[in-house]
């Protein structure tokens, strides 16, 4: 089932390959520049545990600067003081535009960074990334107040909504320039400036972005890039004074240290975090459509998805049909290099740090009783340099175990039969997390009826995984707060202004 693909890459494009051999650089002020300290880092190709590129890393020193410029541009320049609301919308559309003339350097830039099939970034990552510009480029010209009814005579009171400021953007790695473009299409479309820190494991669409701002006429200061590790560039992000608010995507132990290290100016903080989403169907689901759709709700992207569908559910008289199912499904996903000629279904994990993690909850939850009725490894032979996992499917675990209630980042899921409506209940909302959840049947009263009594920020019902800008997304509980896309995603990104006049 997972022959090593022939060892042939694609082509890299020119400009790609240009890119690649040189630093890769940090963007501040209109420019791009390398870090103060000089020094570098490694990004690797996943497939092969290769470096891919050197890139510039980020300090405490860069972000100051680069606080500077979007400071020196929010308080005093030409983005949105002075630029029509119009005239924003048109550097955003420009940037789409620009992002899907550029989708074939993109998608290999991301491909490469993360490990994806090209097929992926492709038609998903980057089409998406230029969607959801083309949906906020429709906002700079909607965001508006409102009118208050006032007891008090003489007195007319309205609302402004105006953007927070400069604005940190801190994005993990699994959809490279998707995530950053969930956080910046509505951050720049809101009238803010921007520090964008990518994920250190994949930082290269990020600064790609960049030139492409400018070609759109992004004014210098507006769009900033600082690649660099986490515990540099983003903790000092987030300790600045000068920043008036982190968006944030990643693991909720992060989100904790960057709740702790906004205290000093009380910078707003909007996060964006794991979680182990409940997948139940109901012994009244279209089950072949079930399968299907519960084999790609964990596996798509690896797993390696905030709303993986990681915890499943089945109700126990089609609990065999399902898992001989999904196994079967699951035997037919090819995994390789994703820039091989041969394309895959899916690639590696991103670093030797998840492959670990991954095999360890593997480990773990077979010495707990688990079993896996299909994968349970490390993929070696041709793909041995890489950091290559089996899409793995536990049975016989239990609630209680570590595999069914942290978030694993990658192809796992475990499997759980359950009896009644009731108790599926209680059970899936037995979490910390509450970013997703979905289920699968074909009783509309059972189906809109979980959909208010499951206790997470999305419904998926028959179906998994959807998402588009115009509707809200974001997680109850310790998933995070806040909600991304839609207008939701416009209050997240601006203050409110109430406003007294005294006519009488
Ligand atoms: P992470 O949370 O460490 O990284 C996400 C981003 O935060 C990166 O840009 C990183 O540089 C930055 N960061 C790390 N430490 C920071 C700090 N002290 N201050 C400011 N920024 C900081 O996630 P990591 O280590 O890559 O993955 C570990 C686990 O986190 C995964 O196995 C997965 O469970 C979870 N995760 C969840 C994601 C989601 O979409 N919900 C995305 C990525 C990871
Ligand atoms: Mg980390």
Redesign the pocket.
Known sequence: MFDPLPESYIALLPEVESFLSQTVKLYINGQYVDSLSGETFETIDPSTGKRLALVQRGKAQDVDNAVKAARAEFDGGAWWRTMSPTDRSKCLWRLAELIERHGDELAQLDSLDNGKPLKTTRSVDIPLSAEHLYYYAGWPTKIEGSTIPINERGMFNYTLREPVGVVGL?????YPLLMAMWKLAPCLAAGNCVIL?????TPLSAVYLARLTQEAGFPPGVFNVVSG???EA??A??AHHGVDKIG????S??AR??VQ?SIGNLKRVSL????KAPNIVFADADIDKAIVGSTWAIFGNNGQ??TAGARLYIQRPVFDRVIEGMAAETKKIVVGPGMNVVQPNLGPVVND??LT?ILGFVTEAESGGARAVTGGGRIGGGLQDGYFVEPTIFVDARDDMRIARE???GPVVCAMPFDHVGEIVARANDTDYGLAAGLWTNDLRKAHALARALRAGTIWINTWGNTEASSPFGGFKQSGYGREMGKEAIDLYTEVKSVWVKYE
């Open positions: 801190i994005v993990p790695w699994n820190k990518p994920a250190e494991q590790y986490g515990e983003g903790a992000l987030v944030f995507t990643g693991s132990e992060v240290k960057i290290g964006e975090l794991g979680g998805s905030c740090e998840q993690r978030e694993i980042f």
